[in-house]
């Protein structure tokens, strides 16, 4: 390896090399050496968490963890079985440091954890069952807008959320949506091949499967009975979707960020 890898750059791994061949001095060394061909690389910094855990100076380790993370390394599941920090996991600034940068990668993909933050590594890997029904030929299944519950057609054909005219105006009535959620107008297509021109809405708030999701972009079709659409815009945010027609359920294991 040390022969082989002799430019320092993202994808080397000749500071390991050297730390085993018992010469600490040139790993460090070349780890500068790495850090400083990208300084804005995350992964990087997370080599240098793992070479200083190796060494044993935790305390180096914690300061480049952390700007590991604030640089945007966001493999949590990789941060948490990496046999490399098992002595660094066992300080007691760990933990609290990477729930911190969990909640917000959860944040940046635009959803909310709320209540405890040292649940958030456990929500991560959460499975909810979402009960549904069939009607016409169709999945229904239950969700929340901002406050108000609804029931939708299961899409995973629809690219956002639909709403119908009549569904709006109650909304708008009863302060549910405002004028500031009404974000223009937009030309959409049915499954029908169909174009047609709808209003651009930004829910603030849409509750399914377990999850709170902040600033879903949503359309009203100018069309009073139009059926209402749970599409991508909720569903691409969740994470994997499994259908167990034998229990009329839906199964969403929530979307790590990695």
């Given at each position: 390896?040390?022969?082989?890898?002799?430019?320092?750059?993202?994808?080397?791994?000749?500071?390991?090399?050297?730390?085993?061949?018992?010469?600490?001095?040139?790993?460090?060394?070349?780890?500068?050496?790495?850090?400083?061909?990208?300084?804005?690389?995350?992964?990087?910094?997370?080599?240098?968490?793992?070479?200083?855990?190796?060494?044993?100076?935790?305390?180096?380790?914690?300061?480049?963890?952390?700007?590991?993370?604030?640089?945007?390394?966001?493999?949590?599941?990789?941060?948490?079985?990496?046999?490399?920090?098992?002595?660094?996991?066992?300080?007691?600034?760990?933990?609290?440091?990477?729930?911190?940068?969990?909640?917000?990668?959860?944040?940046?993909?635009?959803?909310?954890?709320?209540?405890?933050?040292?649940?958030?590594?456990?929500?991560?890997?959460?499975?909810?069952?979402?009960?549904?029904?069939?009607?016409?030929?169709?999945?229904?299944?239950?969700?929340?807008?901002?406050?108000?519950?609804?029931?939708?057609?299961?899409?995973?054909?629809?690219?956002?959320?639909?709403?119908?005219?009549?569904?709006?105006?109650?909304?708008?009535?009863?302060?549910?949506?405002?004028?500031?959620?009404?974000?223009?107008?937009?030309?959409?297509?049915?499954?029908?091949?169909?174009?047609?021109?709808?209003?651009?809405?930004?829910?603030?708030?849409?509750?399914?499967?377990?999850?709170?999701?902040?600033?879903?972009?949503?359309?009203?079709?100018?069309?009073?009975?139009?059926?209402?659409l749970l599409g991508q815009s909720v569903l691409g945010r969740l994470g994997?979707?499994?259908?167990?027609?034998?229990?009329?359920?839906?199964?969403?294991?929530?979307?790590?960020?990695?």
């Amino acid at each position: 390896m040390v022969e082989l890898d002799t430019v320092p750059d993202d994808n080397s791994c000749a500071m390991y090399a050297l730390l085993e061949l018992g010469r600490k001095e040139e790993a460090l060394q070349f780890m500068d050496k790495v850090i400083e061909f990208d300084p804005d690389d995350s992964g990087s910094f997370y080599d240098a968490t793992c070479l200083y855990t190796r060494i044993g100076d935790t305390g180096k380790a914690m300061e480049y963890l952390e700007k590991s993370l604030d640089k945007g390394f966001r493999r949590f599941h990789h941060l948490h079985h990496d046999d490399d920090l098992d002595s660094l996991r066992e300080l007691p600034g760990f933990e609290p440091l990477v729930r911190k940068y969990e909640l917000k990668a959860m944040e940046e993909a635009g959803n909310d954890i709320s209540g405890n933050t040292e649940e958030v590594s456990d929500d991560m890997d959460k499975k909810t069952e979402v009960p549904f029904t069939i009607d016409g030929g169709c999945l229904i299944v239950k969700c929340t807008i901002n406050g108000l519950p609804l029931s939708f057609i299961f899409d995973t054909g629809a690219s956002i959320v639909s709403l119908s005219q009549m569904e709006a105006n109650f909304m708008l009535k009863n302060g549910f949506l405002s004028e500031k959620d009404m974000k223009g107008t937009g030309r959409f297509i049915d499954a029908n091949g169909d174009i047609s021109e709808g209003t651009i809405v930004n829910l603030r708030s849409v509750d399914f499967g377990g999850m709170n999701l902040k600033n879903v972009k949503a359309s009203v079709v100018r069309n009073q009975k139009a059926p209402l659409l749970l599409g991508q815009s909720v569903l691409g945010r969740l994470g994997k979707i499994e259908i167990d027609n034998p229990g009329k359920k839906l199964v969403i294991t929530h979307k790590p960020t990695r």
